[in-house]
């Protein structure tokens, strides 16, 4: 998997008309979009609907979600609330993760899932060690009005040159303890180490 692959960002064409890219901060990879007409603390509250998953490990999604419920709540930026797929209250809505929502489907979100906003996404891609890689491709849209708040897609490549650079600058920042070459080694062979980078920088665009 070479470095454009790992630097291609693919959002949807739906989600593109109008829209303006950041390039995000130093410890995150890529681009993300971003509304210039949304105040994110203005929000109130997110409901973070367990990851679809297009991987070949769908027991995945879990771990992913938690990981970024975890890390976004870090940020402090709104209240969040993570709602699990086979949960009635989500079933019930019928809402296809890649697709765009009517007045009404948005309506019966804001007033069963009671948030202001909801983020969805899926797990485009997923390897474990020795390869570790991970795909996603995520959005946050409001209730209220059905504008696209914020998006990501970004595919993370372990043995990537500029993603190991990343991963020592995670753990030099985020993780104190220990001998910093066997923490970055971690990551490198562990699932849920590398699923925690990862839900870092997706939390560091917000």
């Not at 849920?192 to 665009?205: G, M």
């Amino acid at each position: 998997m070479n470095n454009l692959r790992t630097q291609l960002l693919l959002l949807l064409p739906v989600f593109l008309s109008g829209c303006q890219f950041y390039r995000a901060p130093v410890s995150a990879t890529g681009y993300y979009y971003l509304n210039p007409d949304k105040d994110l603390s203005a929000i109130g509250r997110v409901a973070i609907v367990e990851l679809d998953n297009d991987s070949s490990y769908p027991t995945v999604s879990p771990d992913v979600t938690k990981a970024l419920f975890e890390a976004v709540q870090k940020k402090q930026v709104f209240g969040l609330t993570v709602v699990r797929q086979n949960e009635p209250v989500w079933r019930n809505l019928q809402l296809d993760f890649d697709s765009t929502y009517s007045l009404e489907q948005l309506f019966a979100a804001h007033k069963t899932l009671r948030c202001d906003a909801m983020l969805t996404g899926t797990i485009t891609e997923y390897q474990p060690y020795p390869h570790m890689v991970i795909g996603l491709r995520l959005k946050l849209v409001d209730l209220k009005d059905g504008k696209l708040i914020w998006a990501l897609e970004q595919i993370w490549d372990g043995t990537d040159k500029t993603t190991g650079y990343r991963i020592k600058n995670y753990f030099n920042t985020q993780i104190q303890s220990g001998s910093v070459p066997l923490r970055e080694q971690l990551v490198a062979v562990s699932p849920l180490r590398f699923i925690k980078f990862v839900a870092y920088e997706v939390a560091q665009t917000l």
